[in-house]
């Protein structure tokens, strides 16, 4: 048992209060108890409990009640007693965000068991929100763009329009531009900013390689297959794919992709069975993809299939107030940098463009 936990026991029977008291405390756990239900809930609000182990039925307010009424951010893990004869309460209680039950009359070792789990339950809870809060401050630095003219400002509104739905974007711009940068803003802005941002570049790949690398493949699929390995599209379930420079991808390739979309679905390379995954597609190219449409070098049901919402970043030559920033942003976010940032301007050069 954990000795700094403290737990809230909530009965009108004395006797099972002064049993269940007596057993925690003996385990090294802090115990508040409660005789009523009315009581027992207003020790929750103005506490912070690791667990509590409330009686399903007393006068006035009883388990189920507290339960609705209960502030669920509390993340308070619950363990609800019940007498024999009433389960259909308990797993009423169960649907309504219990942790657990015990039957009464119940084995001291079993609570005891429980009260643990309950307990642990709640701290890997707590981690888990943790780690989700400071990788939403990583993202959120990771995506920070800068920029005051018109057409940054114009990219902004876009992003924030298309964030929050689960449209297929398409990113155009020129090598340098911060195509990636974007992806990267819609996602964390979107409603699948707690699922993976999984990024993979086209051009960087061998063609050969290009379907394993997004679909994965099964072991023995080929020479060298020693066992199963998971493709971008699985990493990237209930988060975001980003697909750069989809240029560059070969019209084999193109195909299987859209079925993907399409179906929701894919093989993995030598496999049977299909594997349904929910993915948001980015996209994005520096090249013209309807000229490539036009050439026959990019399939064009797959272009429509990704060209839902299309962004268009302004070159670098067109931003020179956005450089002029960018030169300063270093300086500004570290200080201890300043003097080498103006010294190593790597933008001295379009101070000079019109």
């Known amino acids: 048992m954990n000795k700094k936990a403290n737990i809230l026991v909530v009965d009108d029977d004395e006797s099972i209060l002064w049993v269940v008291e007596k057993s925690l405390k003996e385990k090294g756990l802090n115990v508040t108890t409660a ?5 027992g809930f207003k020790l929750i609000e103005a506490n912070d409990f690791d ?34 004869g009433t389960m259909k309460n308990a797993v009423e209680a169960m649907k309504r965000g219990a942790f657990d039950y015990i039957t009464k009359p119940f084995d001291l070792n079993e609570l005891e068991v429980i009260v643990e789990k309950a307990i642990e339950n709640k701290r890997l809870k707590e981690q888990v929100s943790l780690l989700k809060v ?15 003219n018109k057409a940054m400002q114009d990219l902004f509104k876009t992003i924030g ?10 990113i155009y711009g020129e ?16 409603l699948r900013t707690e699922g993976a941002f999984v990024a993979i570049n086209s051009a960087a790949i061998p063609k050969d390689l290009m379907e394993s690398e997004l679909f ?3 072991k023995g699929a080929f020479t060298g297959a020693l066992e199963e390995r998971h493709g971008k599209f699985e990493l990237a379930d209930k988060g975001t794919l980003f697909l750069d420079e989809i240029g560059d991808m070969s019209l084999d390739v193109q195909s299987k992709l859209l079925r993907a979309i399409q179906e929701r679905e894919f ?21 013209d993809i309807e000229k490539l449409v036009e050439e026959k070098k990019f399939r064009e049901d797959l272009f429509y299939r990704l060209n839902v919402v299309s962004i268009k970043i302004p070159p670098l030559c067109t931003r020179l107030l956005c450089c002029r920033q960018i030169q300063s942003y270093p300086a500004k ?19 000079t463009i019109d």
């Open 333 to 351: 976010t570290c200080p201890s940098q300043r003097k080498e940032a103006r010294k190593k301007s790597r933008l001295k050069r379009l101070y």
């Open 216 to 218: 994965g493949y099964e």
């Open 175 to 190: 090598s340098g531009t911060g195509k990636e940068l974007v992806a990267k803003a819609i996602h964390a802005n979107s």
């Open 161 to 170: 329009k298309v964030s929050p739905t689960d449209a297929t974007v398409i």
């Open 35 to 39: 005789k009523d239900g009315k009581t």
């Open 134 to 148: 400071t990788l939403k401050q990583k993202l959120a630095k990771e995506t920070t763009i800068i920029g005051k």
């Open 267 to 287: 093989y993995r390379v030598g496999g049977k069975k299909p594997i349904k995954v929910d993915v948001r597609l980015i996209a994005a190219t520096n090249q």
């Open 51 to 84: 667990a509590a182990i409330i009686d399903i039925t007393m006068p006035e307010k009883g388990g189920l009640d507290i339960l609705s009424e209960i502030d669920k951010e509390k993340n308070l893990p619950i363990v609800i007693m019940t007498a024999q």
